[in-house]
């Protein structure tokens, strides 16, 4: 008997894919140019696009057209949605090709400290959030104490995809502070996605010691197998591929590489894609001109497609209802106090600066698409219903856009020292900047 495959794809459903991909892209870009104009990073208009074309402006102005393009069946909305996915892999692993790794060794006492306040000072704000929350957030037959630690673990997060595109776009990766947040934004997603984990077996009623101690476990195994096997692997691929795009090819396929083994171990891919990250940025053929096609493909395209995606499957229309707008202006107020207090107090505390403080607790406040991520598993798994989850991707979308300003005028006081200067020029050279 033959293998059964499936049909390829009929010329109906692609047309439908082409015009959701040109139409999110093409808006993506657009709102994108409009926010740099407005001295905002451009995933800021990025974030907006899918908010246009979604069920909270087209879905109302042009019902028919959204549902042609959005809700013909389940399998093309996956369609875009596996682009995205790969997208915001590859952007996580193009963000960790910049890190430096000797700086971050030597600020690891820092990152642990500030990560660890700036991730649980928000998440018990979020818990008392989540107890305080008006019942019509709240689904019918779930326990209390479920949702609001779903909601706690929703707001400690950060966004590692959206902090490394922020600060990308405000050219500010080199810069110390910008490794500091990006390390310290790994420290929040790695407990953020163990957290979860143990939330979600709960919610699944399979909580038990192995829920707990199997992320940590796969944890270190992962961890030892890339320094031990995956870093010489990877110096030995990319070092001998001479061509820019060759090398750009080895670099995709270590990232998702590296990707699939976390999230076959039940740990997020995108902490995967770090791990690739760092092993090709570790590689002395690692050069600016041989990565410079995967950065222009990954943060022109794939991204932008990726966070204007995000925001398809929010409903703002939610928000008209008096009990779900007051609800959700203190969660937001909760959600940003909670993280930037957390992560002020942390860097204070371990010896930091104020300005370098403002820097951290602003850029750690960003959640983008990890609270969506986490708010999507809530849902699935009936702990959240469909007004909790448009509150918490509101709450995401708007602590990604007002960390920007912060950010600007903090690091405008903050001097630039040799060694970013050195760093930036090769960043420069990496992502076409003058």
Partial sequence: MPPVTSPPLGGHSLLIFLVGAVALLGTALLLGRLAERLKLPAVAGELCAGILLGPSALGRIAPGLFRWLHTSTAAQMHLLDAIGQIGVILLVGVTALEIDLGLVRR??????????????????????????????????????????????????????PVIGKMLSDMRLLHRDVGQLTVATGVVDDIVGWMLLSVVAA????????????????????????????????ARALVDRTSSPQGAAGVAVVLILGCATATQAAGLEASFGALLGGLLVGGCRGATAAKLAPLRCVTLSVL??????????????????????????????????????????????????????????????????????????????????????????????????????PVLRRAVARIEVTEQERVRGERAGQLIGVP
Avoid at 125 to 131: C, L
Avoid at 212 to 219: A, G, I, N, T, Y
Avoid at 367 to 390: E, H
């Fill in 107 to 160: 600020t690891a006492r820092v990152s642990l400290g500030v990560g660890a306040l700036g991730l649980f000072i928000p998440l018990a704000f979020g818990v008392a959030a989540g107890f305080a929350a008006p019942p019509i957030l709240r689904p019918a037959g779930r326990e209390p104490a479920l949702f609001a630690l779903f909601v706690g673990v929703a707001m400690g997060v950060s966004a590692l």
């Fill in 202 to 233: 709960a919610a699944a009623g399979t909580l038990g010691p192995a829920a707990v101690l199997k992320p940590v476990c796969w944890l270190v195994v992962i961890a030892a197998l890339a320094a031990l096997v995956g870093r010489p692997a």
């Fill in 303 to 404: 991204a932008p497609l990726y966070f204007a995606e995000a925001g398809l499957r929010m409903d703002l229309g939610v928000l008209a209802r008096p009990a779900i707008a007051l609800a959700a202006a203190a969660a937001l107020a909760a959600a940003t106090l909670g993280k930037f207090a957390g992560a002020f107090l942390g860097a204070r505390l371990v010896g930091l600066d104020r300005r370098a403080a403002m820097v951290l607790g602003a850029g750690l406040n960003a959640r983008g698409v990890i609270q969506i991520i986490v708010a999507g598993v809530g849902l699935q798994l009936g702990v959240l219903n469909t007004a909790a989850y448009t509150v918490l991707v509101m709450i995401a979308i708007a602590t990604s856009l007002m960390a920007p």
